[in-house]
């Protein structure tokens, strides 16, 4: 039957458990580095995600200096020379994983203080983890990486870009101020120790920020330099955050996993982002539900990957199964891209495919919202980090 | 008056209360025509969807094409389908332009209404005891997303766990969900990948075990047929020596009674051990050393079980035994009734198993645990299907000699290490088993949460796969219809539109594969189960 020698086949069963990157990464395979495909001067899609989420067709996106110098239709375009053309393929901005623990070397909170500012999610990342190659394959380009939800203040995300061991590519290393609420801030051997203490202890941290005390990132925050992103665990935990600096200068998105359709009552019209997610297949139809009845609502809503603790598709799954539950599918694509941007403070560099951005770019054999859409080409800062021609290979058999 | 009222019920909406309908239902009988069997075979209101796009069992379209359903089936499918007079009068006809119809999605590996689980495995249990028809909420989230059977496996503790079966999402007039479509779709067999590994050897030393019990225990049966032969001619010898002697001397065999129909004496007094249990094992007590030693007499010792058999055949007293002494006491030379071997209930369920009447259905996730598999499936010969399969990418050659297909679960698993069996997960799977040219189809992995995704999983599992690259083609769609009907063995009923087929049918507002499509209607035998239409 289909039996290969051996050694080949441990050559293949090698590739595979390997990784299917390998090939694809420069510092490894130094042949890639004369593909001038590596680094294009132009990318010709069939269709490509606008700035508003909706798909439409036949774009060129001309890159220059790793970034995007401008979108023009296809057939204006006149260079010739290092244009990736997929006729077949969507364009999308690279996914943004809005919270995750990606590239987490150890713990990452500490859990002496309640109120714990000065910590850096920066510090406990490892530049070289494997949770990027990962991200990457996934069509993920930018993850932050959130300080877990133990302490009331938990200190700065940081976001960074998945090519982290390739090159310099931290998009901001002190910030956003992530804040907790709810029942994993509450400890048994230091305050607060319930949702009343906790939340009588953000106001008071609040005040204190609000009145030049305190620790300088508090100070920003509650001034409105720093923005911030509140994980709350549980409903009236979301309605405490809102409660208590809704009405003030603060910047803030709030993230929420549960499925209490009371949360549209608290956002709607405070023009606060929200951060649902990550879905899996275990979710409720009301968790499921949400994401459609907050955008109804005019509710901005980020979904969110946890990547590593869900699996590298979580992000895009999380992002069809909204649709499936009656998300409108742009809203559903901005989720996952400009939305979670504008949320960590980068809507600036990544996000969206305009020009002036930094070109992190993905192509997808189709609407990325379709679970069985691959990930076929990624780009960051203009350079290619992963082709799927590879896996393919690898799937034919060939060793190489 | 009955037979009426049911024959000719398809013609009235079947949620009419029923008062209404069992003055109408006679009343129409007999307006209409004669015979109530005529009027039921005229007057089953038939269902047409006229003008989509339908997806045939090659994973082809056809488009526009029409589906006559009639009944709880499918009556014919293609293009501007005439209908018969009767037909074109009373016919429900949906107009599904723009729209697409697939077969119902097929959960090949389910826990949709799954209320329960056995502690200990037992081969004779069914996962239909544990199906909790009233679980509304979940069927009809599962019809939502056009989920319209399941394969349900029996859980609990690893081992032979007992039958699995294949449920279709019906409603039922009282309003429960669910028809046993195959109520012995596989015998189900846990290896418990999720052990450690010498809890893996003993679960797989106690399959192996029961299954030669089972052949030692047909043995012992052969045996006993054939000790009962000799028994009964024995019986008629001496019978004849007995009416010879008293022919000479005197009349009067009444104290001996003719031999009875063995079958319906009792149950002999002291019950002789069940092959293979108490017999022969010192390792129902779990010691592990005992447990190497007897794993190494399995594996070597064919013959085995031949010995038992000897063992067994003498154990009854040989009736050649009571024929040397012949001066001794009359008693005493009487040839021994044979004993009939206990009703073995979990053997002859392996019995119908390795006589491929039913086929063995073996969650292995590691690549040990699959290659025990295919080795406990090429002694007995047993039809195969491996389920789980999270390292089948490692072994998918030895997988594509032994031809087992393959049910793959959830393909979304966290980024973690995990120490258990899911430790080597990757979703690139389904890609390498289509490589190897492995059949295979994908299920939700036994998650009752997870069955109303089967679509969406599938689609993930094959986003991997070149061929779905391919916009027109629906790789992940013919996974969880016609490929996974046939690997839970009711290929011939569900899973395909096509003439004589259970008329399952999905009426998507699109695309499938588009999340943005959505599912409009679906039908579970004929029937609209979704939406269901308000009282």
Known sequence: ??????????????????????????????????????????????????????????????????????????????????????????????????????????????????????????????????????????????????????????GTGAVVKTDMGRGASVLRDDGPLFLALGPSVWQPDREPTSRMGSVAMLRQVVAEAGSGRGHRRLQEFVAGELNGIVLCGELPDLSAAIRTMGAGQARFAVAYNGDGLGVVEDLAGTGIPVILGSFAFESTRRALSLPAALTSADVPVALAGNLPAASRKALRLSAALAVRYGMDAAKARQAITATPAAVAGVADRVGAIRSGLDADLVVFSDDPLRPDAAVLEVYINGVRVFADADQVQALAGDPQ | MTGTFCQIRPLASHLRPVRDRVGLAPMLAALLLPSSIAAAQLFERATVIRGARVVLADGTYLDPGDVLIKGEKIQEVGAKLELSFADRLTAKTIDGSGKTVTPGIIDAWSGLGRAGAADQPDATASAWDAFNSYAMDDFSEARQNGVTAVFLSPGGNPGIKGLGVVVQLRVNENGSAGKLLAPEAALCIDLGSEESAIARMRTFQSVRKKFRAAVDYRKSLEDYEEELKEYLEKLKERQGEKQKGEDTGKKGAKEESPPKEPEKEKPSEKPEPTPGESERSPVGSGDFVDVMIQAKLTSTSADDSSDAGAARKDEPAPPDASKKDGDDKKKEDEPKKPTKPKFDPASEMLLRAIDHKLPVRIEAHRSADILNALELADEYNLDTILEGGTDAYLVANRIAEADAPVVLGKTTRTELFEPNEFRRHREENAAWLGHWGVPFTIGTGGDPSAARFAAANAQLALSSMPIARDRNSIAWLRAVTSDAARVIGVGDRIGRLHKGMQADVVIWSGDPSDPASRVEQVLVAGKVVYPLPEN
Do not use: W
């Not at chain 1, 244009?83 to 996914?95: E, F, I, K, T």
């Not at chain 1, 990342?125 to 069509?139: C, I, Q, S, T």
């Open chain 1, 1 to 154: 039957m289909n039996t290969l020698p051996p050694p080949l086949q441990a050559a293949i069963i090698a590739c595979i458990i390997g990784s299917n990157a390998v090939a694809a990464d420069p510092l490894t395979n130094p042949n890639l580095y004369h593909d001038s495909l590596l680094r294009p001067s132009a990318i010709v899609a069939g269709r490509y995600v606008a700035p508003d989420g909706t798909l439409l067709a036949n774009a060129a996106i001309v890159l220059e200096d790793g970034k995007i110098k401008e979108v023009v239709p296809a057939e204006n375009l006149e260079m010739t020379a290092g244009v990736v053309r997929r006729p077949d393929g969507v364009l999308s901005p690279g996914l943004i994983d809005v919270l995750s623990s990606a590239g987490a070397y150890g713990k990452v909170h500490e859990s002496a203080l309640a109120v714990d500012p000065g910590v850096s999610a920066i510090d406990a990342l490892d530049p070289r983890h494997a949770d990027f190659r990962k991200a990457v394959e996934a069509g993920v380009t930018t993850v932050v990486l959130a300080p877990a939800p133990i302490n009331l203040v938990c």
